[in-house]
């Protein structure tokens, strides 16, 4: 195994330096009121202000028993139907009625935007309630998934395995992107239409055809429905896959070179939190938490050392050195790198020390990150943040952080990046940030005088 060596000393000194930023981190200053006190805030804060109807209103006094991510989720199904429902009865929000949602053509509506069988139970029970006479209720209907086994498709995966290339890799960037494709060609393209998607004749496809589904992604950029990296990773991946197959022969014309590439920025800068936002998530946590010391050190891991969350999920005792201060952070099978720790994380892993090995936060990894991930979204809508992403922007703004007082070197260290590439970009962008910060002011000050 591969260990990274880092300059300990400035890095030490430098997550101290950002530690050290945050007074009362602990939350010595808070009252700790556990998970129960979700409930009623969501309803304060959220379901009274979002929702007019007074038996919607009831329906959610009586579920407040559900645990907190349910109650979100039953929220949002109820802010999403709403949301239809104005769009297509053509009224405000507080003239709609509950006639409207017993309405036979609006439920049908309804059923066809459902997106999981939760979504479908909860609105159900809500229309018992209103309606309890009448047969009414919307129905999920679960998408078919088609067996995408295209020969063509197996070919390109047997070439990539004998490369090593993994599976789930395979996976995410070729045959999820050749399966969209044939589907858009089988609903759009007259040629195609009709056809199985296992049975479609590649030879046939012409780079005209894949440009059109170009455009089409970029439309779904333009709705919000995918991201402007989702979109060039697909028609990268499509040009991946027609060039494997004209390289071995499979196909007569080598179009790859014809299908128009998607330019978009490697790394766009975004706004992260403030030190004044970050105490009040904290804070938040602390509150809110059943297990705040343990909740806070795991969100302190990703902001202040820029753990992943699955490295914290994956965290064990016997990975800490509390005598020297430091951690093995097991980014992969070969590559792992060692860390000082800052003096706030230190502290914060003595008070919670009740065993020797084992992991650090759970013994299920995986179901810690989940339950992580849908705390940190509870959080961070208490604390009022409105940030994209889920983890990863902690993380994000640990280096963001590091880049504003540091060299390369010690970014790249710090943010074990194998290369210095991704640290020089958020050297690059942060500094363009606060270039374009000051010439705002600049403006502003301009038109002042």
Not at 16 to 45: D, H
Not at 292 to 309: D, H, Q, V
Request: hydrophobic share 40%; aromatic share 10%.
């Amino acid at each position: 195994m591969e260990m990274n060596d880092i300059n300990y000393s400035d890095s030490r000194k430098m997550m101290n330096m950002l530690t050290n930023k945050m007074p009362n981190i602990n939350g010595e200053n808070q009252t700790n009121l556990g998970s129960k006190a979700i409930n009623p805030w969501l309803l304060e804060n959220l379901v009274y202000e979002e929702f007019h109807l007074r038996s919607m209103i009831v329906f959610f006094e009586n579920k407040i028993h559900h645990v907190p991510t349910t109650y979100l989720l039953i929220f949002n199904t109820f802010k999403k139907i709403i949301r239809l429902v104005k769009k297509w009865t053509n009224k405000g929000v507080a003239k709609i009625t509950e006639q409207d949602l017993i309405n036979q053509s609006v439920i049908d509506m309804i059923s066809r935007e459902l997106t999981n069988e939760s979504e479908e139970l909860y609105f159900n029970q809500y229309l018992k309630m209103i309606a309890p006479f009448l047969d009414i209720k919307v129905i999920y209907v679960e998408p078919t998934k088609e067996e995408f086994n295209h020969p063509l498709v197996q070919f390109c995966v047997k070439e990539l395995r004998l490369k090593g290339t993994k599976q789930e890799s395979i996976y995410a960037n070729l045959i999820q992107q050749a399966r969209g494709l044939f589907r858009w060609l089988t609903q759009n393209v007259e040629k195609f239409k009709h056809r199985n998607i296992n049975n479609i004749i590649v030879n046939e496809i012409e780079s005209e055809h894949v440009n059109d589904y170009r455009s089409f992604l970029l439309r779904q950029v333009t709705e919000g429905e995918i991201s402007e990296h989702s979109a060039k990773k697909w028609i990268e991946s499509i040009r991946t896959f027609f060039s494997i197959l004209y390289q071995k022969k499979r196909i007569s014309n080598d179009i790859a070179n014809d299908i128009t590439k998607i330019t978009v920025e490697d790394y766009k800068y975004r706004t992260i939190p403030k030190d004044s936002e970050i105490k009040v998530l904290l804070d938040v946590i602390y509150i809110y938490s059943d297990e705040p010391e343990k909740e806070i050190l795991a969100f302190s891991l990703m902001l202040y050392m820029g753990f992943r969350g699955i490295e914290v999920a994956k965290l064990k005792w016997d990975d800490i050195n509390l005598g020297t201060k430091t951690v093995i952070i097991n980014e992969s099978k070969r590559n792992s790198s060692i860390l000082p720790i800052p003096n706030l994380i230190y502290n914060q892993l003595l008070k919670i020390k009740d065993v020797e090995s084992g992991y650090v936060f759970s013994e299920n990894p995986a179901n810690f990150k989940r339950k992580l991930y849908r705390n940190y979204k509870i959080y961070a809508l208490i604390a009022g943040w409105d940030y994209e992403g889920g983890l990863h922007l902690l993380r994000h703004t640990f280096i963001t952080n590091v880049t504003k007082y540091s060299s390369l070197p010690l970014i790249k260290d710090l943010a074990r990046h194998k290369s210095g590439h991704m640290p020089s970009r958020y050297i690059h962008l942060e500094r363009q940030y606060v270039k374009d910060e000051l010439a705002k002011l600049d403006l502003i000050e301009g038109d002042l005088k």
